[in-house]
């Protein structure tokens, strides 16, 4: 089996060397290291990696300097970081994978096979743009990356009707008429949802209110019919919130 290639790139020599201790034991990889990120870029020519894990802060430039310099992004990208709550958005946003230091084993393990499996996908330089559009807007980002077992979407925040909580997953229902089956709890979702407006009807359901077509109040907490002819349930707890809004939105 021909191994694949990882480039590490991080400036702190104990981190790499614990990252590629843990790789040795995972099998089927081949590593080489770089300090920073101009050694990264040059690495990068030399070895033509397949999966790139990159640090954020290095005493030469970030992680995303390299990124924006490094030509032809064909490779899967995990970063690997200390806790950042905004880069930590925007990856969620763009779907790019990321592990929190100090790096889990385990973790690491499920970052790779995910990589692996997913070396097919050229969708990189997409999730790329829209990492570089949160991190840089003073306002929500207006697109968002859904990846299900077998595709990667470029979703439009607007387009988005409703999400609905399916144990661990969310199932997004988006314009026109699709459903995407997503890996991440709804909890996920509303952390970077809320700010574009979108609001909790229920436990299962996250809703984007400019979507709401009728209110029906006939049950308990009441119905929300919503464009193309979806109806979400209203919680008791939440009938307020959903009021509250429909008010706000009128005047």
């Not at 308990?220 to 008791?236: K, P, T």
């Amino acid at each position: 089996m021909i191994p694949i290639k990882i480039l590490l790139i991080d400036d702190d020599e104990a981190v790499r060397a614990t990252l590629k201790s843990m790789i040795a034991s995972f099998g089927h990889y081949l590593v080489t290291e770089a300090t920073g990120v101009v050694d990264g870029l040059n690495k990068y020519e030399e070895f033509a990696p397949q999966i790139i894990i990159l640090d954020i802060e290095m005493g030469d430039g970030t992680g995303f300097d390299f990124l924006i310099q490094v030509p032809n992004r064909n490779f899967q990208l995990i970063f690997s970081t200390a806790f950042n709550h905004f880069a930590i958005k925007a990856f969620k946003y763009s779907a790019i994978d990321y592990l929190l230091k100090p790096v889990d084993a385990f973790e690491l393990q499920n970052s790779l096979q995910k990589a692996v499996t997913n070396m097919h996908h050229k969708t990189l330089q997409q999730q790329f743009e829209i990492m570089l559009q949160q991190l840089s807007a003073t306002q929500t980002s207006k697109q968002i990356v859904l990846k299900d077992l077998d595709k990667t979407y470029l979703v439009n925040i607007k387009d988005i009707i409703y999400c609905m909580a399916e144990g661990a997953y969310t199932k997004f229902f988006v314009i026109p008429k699709q459903t995407i089956l997503v890996s991440h709890n709804l909890r996920s979702y509303e952390e970077l949802l809320e700010p574009a407006g979108f609001i909790r009807t229920h436990n299962a359901y996250l809703v984007n209110p400019d979507c709401i077509k009728v209110y029906d109040r006939k049950t308990d907490g009441g119905i929300l019919v919503m464009e193309e002819g979806h109806n979400v349930l209203v919680s008791q707890r939440k009938k307020e919130v959903v009021l509250d809004f429909l008010e706000k939105k009128r005047l």
